[in-house]
C-alpha cells in the first residue's frame, strides 16, 4: 500500500499478514508519544498486536533505478531516461535520483498523453489537472511521483514539453503557465500524490516474488488518497 492508515492497517490484519509494506512511513518525522488515544499510537499498537512487521520504502523507492518515477516513466513508453537529480552516493556505480525524464515513442497531443496516463492510474476524486494546450504535440517528458513543485525550475523540466508530477501548488503552476507564454516552459499534469505511487506496488510484488520464490504477496487495493468527492461550481 501507499499510506499506512486505519484501512490499511486493518486490511493487513484481516489478510493474516507477517508483513506489511508501505511506501510512506507511518512515522514520518518525529514523534514524542506513541499513546493509544492518538491515532498513530493506535495503528503502531494494532500492528504489534497483530504480530505484522511494518517496512516503509519511501525516499529509497523514489531514487533507486526501477523506482516509483522509473515505473511511472515505463508505463508511459518513456526511452532514454534519465534521473533529473543524481545521488552523490553511488557505490556500486548505480546512477540513482528522483524523478526521471524521457522522450514518448511517438509524438502525441498533451490531451491524449494525459487520457492515457488517466488510465494507468486508480480512480481518484480530482483525477487530473492540466495546464497547457490540449492540442499541443509532447514528446519529451518530465516525471516525478509525489510532490514534485520543487522540481519545477530545474532545468532537465524547464525543456520538457510537459512535466507530470502531484501537489502542484497554485502560484508555481501559474508562473509556470505565465512562462510558457512568454519564453516557453513545459505543460503540467497534476496527479493524486496517491495515485502517482500505486501502480509502483505491483512492481514491488513481482521483484519480492522474483527475489524469494514461494513467498505470498498481496497487493492491498485500499484507496487511500485523502479527497473523498468534489463539487464544481453551478
Not at 514524542?32 to 497483530?50: F, N, P, Q
Amino acid at each position: 500500500m501507499v499510506d499506512v492508515v486505519r484501512d490499511t492497517v486493518d486490511d493487513a490484519i484481516s489478510r493474516g499478514v507477517d508483513v506489511m509494506i508501505a511506501h510512506h512511513p507511518l512515522l514520518l518525522r518525529g514523534v514524542t508519544s506513541v499513546a493509544e488515544d492518538r491515532y498513530k499510537g493506535r495503528l503502531v499498537a494494532d500492528l504489534i498486536r497483530s504480530g505484522i512487521a511494518l517496512f516503509s520504502a519511501h525516499t529509497n523507492a523514489d531514487a533507486a533505478p526501477g523506482g516509483t518515477s522509473d515505473r511511472l516513466a515505463t508505463a508511459l513508453g518513456l526511452t532514454e531516461t534519465e534521473p533529473l537529480t543524481v545521488s552523490d552516493s553511488t557505490p556500486d556505480d548505480v546512477v540513482r535520483g528522483i524523478g526521471r525524464v524521457g522522450t514518448l515513442a511517438r509524438p502525441m497531443r498533451l490531451y491524449d498523453l494525459a487520457s492515457t496516463l488517466g488510465a494507468l492510474l486508480p480512480q481518484t476524486a480530482r483525477g487530473l489537472a492540466v495546464s497547457g494546450d490540449p492540442d499541443h504535440s509532447v514528446s519529451s517528458v518530465a516525471v516525478c511521483t509525489g510532490a514534485g513543485d520543487s522540481l519545477l525550475s530545474h532545468p532537465r523540466v524547464r525543456t520538457a514539453d510537459v512535466y507530470i508530477t502531484a501537489d502542484l501548488r497554485h502560484h508555481p503552476a501559474s508562473e509556470t503557465a505565465e512562462e510558457r507564454i512568454a519564453s516557453g516552459a513545459p505543460a503540467l499534469i497534476d496527479m493524486s500524490h496517491f495515485a502517482s505511487e500505486w501502480f509502483f506496488l505491483d512492481s514491488v510484488k513481482t521483484d519480492i516474488e522474483k527475489a524469494l520464490p514461494g513467498l505470498e504477496v498481496q497487493v492491498s487495493d485500499v484507496v487511500t488518497d485523502p479527497w473523498t468527492f468534489v463539487v464544481h461550481p453551478a
